[in-house]
């Protein structure tokens, strides 16, 4: 239970401060709509291209493949914006049997994904509170 | 030459002589704003569309994994709780991506943030109002979820008791 909860905070922080820096930036809501759709879009693919296996490699099984980046796959594989509060649930949970992507990204320090949680979360929050202290009303 | 003449009416203005509640109740004030205005409240039904959509997609998941283990009995292969705030996660992060500008852009684009900063009230305030207003309301969204999720799984286990032990 409590692995719930704490799960359930890290994602809800997360996803909460997300948007709403970036629409702190602009007074149009369909740009700042489509600015965090079209980042998560372009940050999932991009994750999946750089950590996706070599051609042809990929009959040796799932986990078995190699990526088309080799080592440095485990390092791409934090650029997908959506996998931040994913990769921190599976350390929360414990859960090492996930997905090939999550496995991958296991490989790293713990504290590489940590990191990455509260650059993203702490720093997009500072940004959001920046923005409006200076903001002239 | 004629005269213009003015006349007063007396619309009943009156000094406010209630108690003066001061910044915290400003802040709450902020925040139950930016709660109501997450979920449409006190708007048409076109503004209680998203919302609605929102809760539907943080229930669904749990509602049908709940479902499938009851029918199926199987817990071994079936997402459970880690694999649910995976699923979820996707669902919700395009959900807020759309909810979330409704908050801040248009007290910006409107002026209405202007009048907020009249009050005894902080710029640091408004941020932090509207930032746990939507926070509260995505927290409940995932909690709900997995409360869902649970009732499921321990309702469907061969002993609930245990369930209840080995995933608490």
Redesign the interface.
């Known amino acids: ?1 409590p ?3 704490a ?3 890290v ?3 997360f ?6 820096a ?3 930036f ?4 369909a740009l ?2 489509a600015f ?2 079209g980042l ?1 879009i372009i940050s999932s693919a991009a994750g999946g291209i750089l950590t996706g296996c070599h051609e042809g490699r990929e009959h040796q099984g799932d986990s078995e493949c190699e990526a088309i980046t080799g080592d440095a796959a485990k390092w791409l594989g934090v650029v997908d914006v ?1 996998r931040v ?2 990769n921190i ?2 350390m929360i ?1 414990d ?1 090492e049997d ?1 997905d090939r992507r999550s496995r991958i990204v296991s490989e790293l320090p713990r504290v590489v994904p940590i990191g990455l949680y509260l650059v993203m979360t702490g720093g997009l ?1 500072a940004a ?2 920046l923005r ?2 200076r ?1 002239t ?1 | 030459m004629t005269q213009r003449t003015g006349e007063l009416f007396d619309l009943g203005y009156q000094h406010y002589d209630g108690p003066r509640e001061g910044r915290m109740r400003a802040r709450k004030a902020v925040f139950f704003d930016g709660f109501r205005t997450t979920l449409g409240l006190g708007r048409g039904a076109g503004a209680k569309v998203l919302p609605m959509l929102l809760f539907g997609a943080a229930m669904a998941p749990a509602i049908i994994i709940a479902l499938i283990v009851s029918l199926t009995n199987d817990l071994i292969d079936l997402p459970g709780h880690p694999e649910y705030y995976q699923v979820v996660s996707i669902v919700l992060l395009i959900f807020t991506a759309i909810i979330a500008p409704e908050l801040l852009c248009a007290d910006r684009r409107n002026g209405v943030i202007s009048l907020y900063l009249v009050r005894p009230l902080s710029i640091t305030d408004y941020v932090a109002a509207r930032w746990l207003a939507f926070f509260a309301i995505t927290l409940l969204l995932v909690y709900s979820g997995q409360i869902v999720l649970l009732a499921g799984l321990i309702l469907s286990a061969s002993d609930p008791v245990d369930y209840i032990r080995d995933n608490w």
Request: hydrophobic letters at 55%.
């Open positions: 239970m692995r719930i909860l799960a359930g905070f994602l809800a922080a996803i909460t401060t997300l948007p709403l970036v629409a702190a602009t007074d149009r809501r700042a709509a965090v759709i998560f959506s509060p994913t649930n599976n949970f859960d996930g929050g959001l509170w409006y202290r903001l009303v």
